[in-house]
């Protein structure tokens, strides 16, 4: 369903939940507000979910886990409060998230490290707290990851060394510590 770069407004409607057999649901460049509705979970054959530069408010809704099929989730540019849902564990086959540019907070969920098919992670501009999760070095297939202008804490963890097939990294505009570690050499 694409519905992208229009003018369209008001929320997604919950009856979006009877579209079981979508893929791909597009409705990036418009004026929606509201949540996204928790029936987005029935949703489980989706493969992209692209709901970026409206504005949505809210929490991710834990729902989102029952789309294990989902392939990219770009749900940036929006106004989405709260913490990261633990349940995005479950998004194995995901390879694309970009959450930037919100209100996110809580810590950067250890679940992440799950999500062993992310190429591209993006959770800049948000309000995240915490440290990098250790977690993050099973990311073996991450080439993008993007942290800068949270709030985060704490060292930067020797395990970023594992991400040999890194090609861009930001970290910037945190309250990180310590010194550089020696295994990012290995990047």
């Known amino acids: 369903m694409y519905l992208a770069n229009n003018q369209i407004t008001g929320e997604i409607p919950k009856e979006i939940g009877?579209?079981?057999?979508?893929?791909?649901?597009?409705?990036?460049?418009?004026q929606l507000i509201g949540e996204i509705p928790k029936e987005i979970g029935k949703l489980t054959n989706l493969k992209w979910l692209r709901l970026y530069n409206n504005k949505i408010t809210g929490e991710i809704p834990k729902e989102i886990g029952k789309l294990t099929n989902l392939q990219g989730l770009c749900l940036y540019n929006n106004q989405?409060?709260?913490?990261?849902p633990k349940e995005i564990r479950k998004l194995i086959n995901l390879g694309e998230?970009?959450?930037?540019?919100?209100?996110?907070?809580g810590e950067?969920?250890?679940?992440?490290?799950?999500?062993?098919?992310l190429q591209d992670l993006d959770l800049s501009d948000n309000k995240l707290t915490g440290e990098i999760p250790k977690e993050i070095g099973k990311l073996t297939n991450l080439e993008y990851l993007y942290?800068?202008?949270n709030q985060l804490l704490g060292k930067i963890p020797i395990e970023i060394?594992?991400?040999?097939?890194?090609?861009?990294?930001?970290?910037?505009n945190n309250q990180l510590?310590?010194?550089?570690?020696?295994e990012i050499g290995k990047l």
């Open 18 to 30: 009877h579209l079981i057999n979508l893929q791909g649901l597009y409705l990036y460049d418009n």
């Open 80 to 84: 989405l409060t709260r913490e990261i």
């Open 97 to 105: 998230l970009s959450l930037s540019n919100n209100q996110l907070t």
């Open 108 to 117: 950067i969920p250890k679940e992440i490290g799950k999500l062993i098919n």
């Open 147 to 149: 942290l800068y202008n």
């Open 161 to 172: 060394g594992k991400l040999t097939n890194l090609q861009d990294l930001d970290l910037n």
């Open 177 to 182: 510590i310590g010194e550089i570690p020696k």
